[in-house]
């Protein structure tokens, strides 16, 4: 089965930093991109990014650009998703995803089941 | 970015309507969109893929259709399971954008 299973919820103060992972199973880890969506509270999806774990190539939305960083490690089949300094602002449900298709971006048919963060 | 505008934002139906959702890109996007589904508390849910391709194990009263820049997501016969919200989301060019979503009420 395919699965991706995210890190469990973070409380933190403004400043500090974060990093929060996706486990990916039963697939090919390298040859799928895993996308990080963000949704406020009470709000809509946003797309963060990208990342590819075959090379690390990695696809920032400009609207996230400069704000997170994301990485993976092959050898564990986990992508990270990482703040240095948090905001208030930062509070949020983060989902990561991944397409239908190997090194494609099509259809996210596999997401996690979330990671709340939540800065104050 | 292209810019996703869905309509309507909500929208309150009875079980066994039929509803309709329209999506427009503000550039030309082929057939690169999705349509999800998320219900509360969930993560969303693939629906369609490639404007009108059901994913597998979808019902088939969820139907999509539209090409270019513009888009429409059909619920057949609604049932009191579809509550939830539904995103559409291009896919033709980076970043990837989404719609702001459709609640639906029964």
């Known amino acids: 089965e395919v699965r991706l299973v995210q890190s469990g919820a973070e409380v933190k103060k403004p400043g500090e930093s974060l990093k929060i992972s996706c486990e990916a199973s039963g697939y090919s880890f390298s040859n799928y991109w895993i996308a990080w969506v963000r949704q406020m509270p009470g709000q809509g999806l946003e797309w963060m990014g990208l990342?590819?774990?075959?090379?690390?190539?990695?696809r920032y939305s400009p609207s996230f650009q400069g704000q997170v960083t994301l990485s993976a490690d092959k050898s564990t089949s986990t992508a990270y998703l990482q703040w240095s300094s948090l905001k208030a602002s930062d509070t949020a449900m983060y989902y990561c995803?991944?397409?239908?298709?190997?090194?494609?971006?099509?259809?996210?048919?596999?997401w996690g089941q979330g990671t709340v963060v939540t800065v104050s | 970015d292209n810019q996703m505008t869905q309509s309507p934002s909500s929208l309150s139906a009875s079980v066994g309507d039929s509803v309709t959702i329209t999506c427009q890109a503000s550039q030309d996007i082929s057939n690169f969109l999705n349509w999800y589904q998320q219900k509360p508390g969930k993560a969303p849910q693939l629906l369609i893929f490639?404007?009108?391709n059901l994913e597998a194990g979808v019902p088939s009263r969820f139907s999509g259709s539209g090409s270019g820049t513009d888009f429409t997501f059909t619920i057949s016969s609604l049932q009191p399971e579809d509550v939830a919200t539904y995103y559409c989301q291009q896919y033709e060019n980076l970043p990837l954008t989404f719609g702001q979503g459709t609640r639906l009420e029964i």
């Open positions: 995803a991944r397409p239908q298709s190997p090194a494609g971006t099509d259809g996210f048919n596999v």
């Open positions: 990342i590819y774990p075959g090379d690390s190539d990695t």
């Open positions: 490639e404007a009108s």
